[in-house]
């Protein structure tokens, strides 16, 4: 009877922890990089040869205030998450940074791969 109850606790345990991994996001970063670099070339008509890591989003895409509204306004469309209580949106400088941030939130927020559209 002790035995029974303790391969049932095992199995319990062993199934919470497939849950917890199961809800865990999928998306790996060549994902993100692509879905980021989407709203890049969709609503600022950049070549995808032009998006790189390392450049910077003012300085080398050459994008001004207005169009970084229309960027955080583009990405959370496409990722299904609010970004304007987000603190980290203003560190991003370069495109890199908005890889890492998606990355980060999609390992808090597993729900955005179901978002991606």
Request: proline share 3%.
């Given at each position: 009877?002790?035995?029974?109850?303790?391969?049932?606790?095992?199995?319990?345990?062993?199934?919470?922890?497939?849950?917890?991994?199961?809800?865990?996001?999928?998306m790996?970063?060549?994902?993100?990089?692509?879905?980021?670099?989407?709203i890049?070339?969709?609503?600022?008509?950049?070549?995808?040869?032009?998006?790189?890591?390392?450049?910077?989003?003012?300085?080398?895409?050459?994008?001004?205030?207005?169009?970084?509204?229309?960027?955080?306004?583009?990405?959370?469309?496409?990722?299904?998450?609010?970004?304007?209580?987000?603190?980290?949106?203003?560190?991003?400088?370069?495109?890199?940074?908005?890889?890492?941030?998606?990355?980060?939130?999609?390992?808090?927020?597993?729900?955005?791969?179901?978002?991606?559209?």
């Amino acid at each position: 009877m002790q035995e029974h109850r303790l391969t049932a606790f095992r199995h319990e345990r062993t199934f919470t922890i497939r849950n917890i991994q199961e809800k865990q996001s999928n998306m790996d970063h060549e994902t993100i990089v692509r879905t980021v670099n989407s709203i890049f070339i969709e609503r600022f008509e950049l070549d995808e040869s032009e998006l790189t890591p390392e450049k910077t989003i003012m300085g080398d895409l050459q994008l001004d205030s207005l169009d970084l509204v229309d960027m955080i306004v583009g990405l959370q469309q496409k990722f299904g998450i609010m970004l304007r209580d987000n603190p980290e949106v203003r560190s991003v400088r370069t495109l890199g940074d908005v890889y890492a941030l998606f990355e980060k939130l999609a390992k808090e927020h597993p729900e955005i791969e179901a978002n991606i559209k």
